[in-house]
């Protein structure tokens, strides 16, 4: 049985915390960078995010690899902290967390809606619109998702998996008077240009509408 104010893989408990999770650090360093891969790149990315489903917690591991420990969480208010696997107390505890939202969304689109919100026109008169975490050019909706995962990635900006396209990524790249998008392929692929988001020339620019 788990201790007052903590809970274990398994216990009945966790149904009532099933969400998605992120550190509080993490949230802050998106509000302070408003860019995806400056704030991964500033925090231990093994261990900024966590779910919790079906009686288990599991740790986002940069969202490259799966997590089978099995670890404890302390509660306390609102917020969560994660002990070490099986709770022994070996080791220092990780948090706090909060509550990012609820499974039936989709995990990218909670981070991506922290970055982006609102209407922006192109110099190309398209109108783009974030609104949750989804992105609608013209009014359709464009199947692009926050790329959680940087490891096959060059490092810079906030990338969308946009489907459908010769170049798989669109990178945000936050600007003063609204956003540069660069067209880019994973960093690996053969004859890939490298992108430099301070001289190469955007594939479009965005400006608050």
Known sequence: MAQPGKLCSGDAGLRKLE???SSTLFLGLL?????WTAAM??????HIALSIKNGQIKQNLAWHEGDESKYCLRLQGDKVWLLDEKGKGKGPELGPYQ?????????????????????FISAEKEQWCFQKGRLSINGQPVNAR?????????????PLHVQGRKLPFWYLVKRSDGWAVFEDDYASKENRKPVNPETSKPWR???PQ
């Open 99 to 119: 509550r990012l939202g609820t499974l039936d969304q989709r995990e990218a689109d909670l981070y991506l809606a922290r970055l982006i919100q609102g209407c």
């Open 19 to 21: 969400a998605y999770w």
């Open 41 to 46: 790149q500033a925090a231990d990315s093994q």
């Open 31 to 35: 509000d302070k960078h408003g860019d």
């Open 146 to 158: 926050l790329e959680l995962d940087l490891s096959e990635l060059d490092l810079y900006g906030t």
């Open 205 to 207: 620019v965005l400006r």
